[in-house]
Structure formats: C-alpha cells, structure tokens
C-alpha cells in the first residue's frame, strides 16, 4: 500500500485524518451522551472547529489525541447546556405556575358577587354540585361521591347547573352578564 492512500501516515492532512477515525469518535460520543442524534451532531460541530482550529496542532502533538480532548470539551458543554435549558424551563414553569395562582385570585375578586345570591335560587342538586366544584374546588369525582351519584351523572348534571346559573345570571344581571361579570356594573358587586 502507498503512503499518500494511507489516511493515517504522517504525510496525511488533519481533515482526512480526522475523518479516517469518524467511527470511533461517534462511538465515544454515544458512549457519554446516550444519544445517537446528539452524538452525531457534537461530533458534526466538533469536525467544523477542527477545520477552523486545526493549524493549533503542534507538531508533537497527535491530530487524534488533540480532536479527543476538542471532543472531551465538547461534551462538558452539551451536558452544560443541557443543565442550563432544564434550569429555564423549570424556570418558566415556574412562572406559569405563579401567574396562573395570580389570575384565579384576581378573577375570584372580579367576578360578580350576584352569583353567590343565585346559587340558591337553581335546584338543591344543581345548587350543592356548583357550590361544592365551582366554589370550593372539588374534582367532579370527588363531589359525585359526596353526593352518592356516579361521576357521569356529576358532570350532566354540573353541566346543566352551570346553564341554569347562566340564565340566573342574564335574567338578574343582564348588560353585565353579556361580559361575563368581569366589568359587574349592578348594585351587589358596588357594595364589596
């Protein structure tokens, strides 16, 4: 075999080099990440600084032993990454979390003090589901059970109970009522 088809003679450029050992790179990159995908791409961004930094070799130094320590770095700054996003999104979640905790309470104070007078006027069964889901926050599950009905029949008959309350709402709020009580202009919300 000549010395200029043999990739790995001393006469061989970095590149062809680098690229003759792919297969082992890869491998060592799988075997620290766990990911073929995330490998491969390391390993692509990794063979681009190499073409940008390969004139940093030194002369005693293995272009393989170097392209290591190139991809060894690369590594540590994928798992810091990582570590970086997965702080944001618990982050982000976290800001969710608090805003939505922000908006029930700010909506609990908006909402139409009519409501708890008219409550009272539906059925009793259409009352106590209302007031145990709605007001209280129980699961519908939970409320069925209270009540002694399946859970199917909960969520018919919440259903029908938040429609019936809806008509006690127009019928007792009216212009209000059509904003969803969100801007109440009636007399109960003007004395809270």
């Keep these: 075999m000549s010395s200029e088809s043999d990739p790995l003679n001393e006469n061989s450029s970095v590149p062809s080099i680098l690229l003759a050992n792919h297969r082992r790179f890869l491998r060592f990159l799988e075997q620290r990440v ?39 770095n690369a590594v540590i700054d994928h798992y810091r990454r990582n570590a ?5 999104i618990a982050g982000f979640a976290q800001q969710l979390s608090d805003s939505e905790q922000a908006i029930d309470s700010a909506t609990e104070k908006v909402i139409c003090e009519c409501i708890h007078e008219l409550i009272p006027r539906l059925k009793p069964e259409y009352a106590e589901l209302i007031s145990r889901v709605d007001l209280q926050g129980s699961d519908v599950i939970s409320a069925a059970d209270a009540l002694g009905i399946t859970a199917g029949n909960a969520r018919v008959r919440l259903h029908r109970a938040r429609a019936a309350l809806r008509l006690e709402v127009e019928r007792a709020c009216r212009t209000c009522a059509t904003h969803g009580c969100m801007d109440c202009t009636c007399s109960k919300s003007q004395n809270t």
């Excluded at 990794?46 to 390969?54: E, I």
């Excluded at 940093?56 to 392209?67: G, K, M, T, Y």
């Design 84 to 88: 970086a996003n997965q702080r944001k």
């Design 34 to 72: 766990g990911s073929r995908e995330d490998a491969e791409e390391i390993l692509q961004t990794a063979f681009v600084r190499s073409l940008d930094k390969g004139a940093e070799i030194r002369e005693r130094e293995s272009s393989v032993a170097w392209f290591y320590r190139l991809l060894r």
